[in-house]
């Protein structure tokens, strides 16, 4: 029976996961830290995966198996934070693998630091190369970098802080929030407000969660209508958020991110006729955040250069950027 008193709930999205689920169930059983459940979430796999997942529940009773029909990985976490019964949540991908000392070393910065959300470095894995050399850890040893100042911090311009799965949350900040459906990029979504509602977040350098490049990874795949109207939906969701609450001074870098998100989806846009229908969509989000833009002090160099010339002619500013990265393109071939 599990003591609830620092119980840590890892949440895994299984969706056809049999090549892989294995290494990483058994990755996450032989954690050093024991006070763990490990919640498994069939989000209808149509393969050998659930029958994997039954098996390794006889041989450990930490593990909860639950199936359901499909519905992407972020309605998958949204239906294991719901089920899950610790204080902390902790997602692992059911393709990835951790450290065998990952689970300690974050409850550990959390007892001792009373922070609600801590993240961990990671590295990234070629398919078919596993990791079996791991370091041993001294937890005395471990830098702790420790953020409470939330009108100070970056709250999605890495990598490392918007991707949910090297970090131990408190599952307290999960009460009105949630992963959003059916769009891509929904864990920035989601990462953007954990940060900003966290009280005090640590970061620790250890790479403590093994990111294995599967080829058919959803970031990896071409430009379609999803990711394109994902694109407009996460930046009109965040730069709503932060004009909503008046944070556009603190959180430049953010926007200054959207910028060049919107350029490269015009440059997407006018390579490719299929999805000329969003040019005029961009050209919309930039008029509406160009007086922010302006001001902004991360917006330097070429792009300080665009953002004057978008104040004079937005479209013919695109266009220029457009025929640029097409003839850079050319060049490099």
């Not at 966290?198 to 990896?220: C, E, F, H, P």
């Not at 200054?256 to 919107?262: A, F, M, N, T």
């Amino acid at each position: 029976m599990s003591n609830k008193k620092n119980l840590v709930s890892i949440i895994i999205p299984i969706y056809n996961s049999e090549k892989y689920l294995n290494r990483c169930l058994s990755s996450i059983t032989e954690q050093t830290y024991s006070n763990i459940e490990i919640v498994l979430i069939d989000d209808g796999s149509t393969d050998d995966s659930r029958s994997i997942c039954l098996d390794w529940k006889s041989k450990d009773d930490r593990i909860l198996v639950f199936s359901k029909e499909n519905g992407g990985q972020g309605s998958a976490r949204n239906y294991g934070i719901k089920v899950a019964s610790g204080e902390y949540i902790v997602f692992v991908d059911s393709d990835d693998y951790i450290h065998p000392q990952m689970i300690e070393v974050l409850i550990h910065a959390v007892i001792n630091h009373a922070v609600d959300i801590v993240q961990c470095s990671y590295q990234e894995v070629a398919e078919g190369v596993d990791v079996i050399d791991f370091d041993d850890i001294k937890l005395s040893e471990i830098h702790c970098a420790i953020d409470n100042d939330r009108n100070s911090r970056y709250l999605c311009w890495y990598t490392e802080d918007i991707i949910p799965w090297n970090k131990l949350i408190r599952k307290e900040l999960f009460a009105d929030l949630s992963f959003p459906l059916g769009m891509y990029y929904e864990d920035k979504h989601l990462m953007f407000r954990l940060r900003y509602y966290a009280d005090t977040i640590a970061t620790i350098d250890n790479k403590l969660y093994y990111y294995v490049q599967t080829s058919g990874s959803t970031m990896r795949q071409d430009w379609n209508d999803k990711r394109f109207t994902s694109s407009f939906r996460i930046i009109n969701d965040l730069a709503g958020f932060c004009l909503e609450y008046n944070l556009t001074e603190n959180y430049k870098a953010e926007l200054s991110g959207d910028l060049r998100k919107l350029l490269s989806l015009y440059y997407h846009a006018s390579s490719d006729k299929i999805f000329y229908k969003y040019q005029d969509e961009v050209v919309t989000t930039l008029y509406k955040y160009l007086p922010d833009l302006k001001k902004n002090k991360y917006v330097k160099g070429k792009y300080k250069i665009i953002v004057l010339c978008l104040g004079i002619n937005v479209e013919a500013t695109l266009k220029l950027f457009s025929t640029i990265n097409k003839f850079r393109l050319k060049v490099r071939k």
